[in-house]
T-cell receptor, first 115, second 117 residues
Framework: DTGVSQDPRHKITKRGQNVTFRCDPISEHNRLYWYRQTLGQGPEFLTYFQNEAQLEKSRLLSDRFSAERPKGSFSTLEIQRTEQGDSAMYLC?????????????FGSGTRLTVV | AQTVTQSQPEMSVQEAETVTLSCTYDTSESNYYLFWYKQPPSRQMILVIRQEAYKQQNATENRFSVNFQKAAKSFSLKISDSQLGDTAMYFCAFRGNYGGSQGNLIFGKGTKLSVKP
């Protein structure tokens, strides 16, 4: 297992376009989390899944954002009609339900730049 | 709502010396977890050390140790014998067991640590 993988590593898009990011968690991890990190700030929680169920969404997750984890394995995060304020690093993390006290394993992130 | 505060945006330390990074948090829960994560430049975030609130003994991982003061809601990180590879952003994080924080880690804004040769 190579850890949490995120694709792409970098994405530059024009304002108004839609973008989709993918996250592949550690295979045996049933929880998957999405965070957003802007420059000089700590990661902010967006949403998380337990298996295929989306259990919590932050108020930061506007209607333009949608996340899925259709088979309880990989997840996608889509941003529609991107805005310049969406420019950030999008981090994915995973964990086992019973092991959340041991922290999460993070991926390297997808850096989005909206121009 | 739980909050995590890191009051030192930047710090620097000479190689081989000791540095302490501060973190305070606010919660009404009695059982929770605290973490320090390291994020090197352009690299992924990795877990440095963790502490369970019901354990009074301070956690230690090699050169990294914490000073956990539950009553004061303080969770500082001490790095001994600092190395150049310790240069990174350090984030303090909280995870509760109940309510809105159950599903996620809450992070502070981070402290940028520079280790100078």
């Amino acid at each position: 297992d190579t850890g949490v993988s995120q694709d792409p590593r970098h994405k530059i898009t024009k304002r108004g376009q839609n973008v989709t990011f993918r996250c592949d968690p550690i295979s045996e991890h049933n929880r998957l989390y999405w965070y957003r990190q802007t420059l000089g700030q700590g990661p902010e929680f967006l949403t998380y899944f337990q298996n295929e169920a989306q259990l919590e969404k932050s108020r930061l997750l506007s209607d333009r954002f949608s996340a899925e984890r259709p088979k309880g394995s990989f997840s996608t995060l889509e941003i529609q009609r991107t805005e310049q304020g969406d420019s950030a690093m999008y981090l994915c993390a995973s964990s086992l339900t019973d092991m959340v006290g041991y922290g999460y394993t993070f991926g390297s992130g997808t850096r989005l730049t909206v121009v | 709502a739980q909050t995590v505060t890191q009051s030192q945006p930047e710090m620097s330390v000479q190689e081989a010396e000791t540095v302490t990074l501060s973190c305070t948090y606010d919660t009404s829960e009695s059982n929770y977890y605290l973490f320090w994560y390291k994020q090197p430049p352009s690299r992924q975030m990795i877990l440095v050390i963790r502490q369970e609130a019901y354990k009074q003994q301070n956690a230690t991982e090699n050169r990294f140790s914490v000073n956990f003061q539950k009553a004061a809601k303080s969770f500082s990180l001490k790095i001994s014998d600092s190395q150049l590879g310790d240069t990174a952003m350090y984030f303090c994080a909280f995870r509760g067991n109940y309510g809105g924080s159950q599903g996620n880690l809450i992070f502070g804004k981070g402290t940028k640590l520079s280790v100078k040769p």
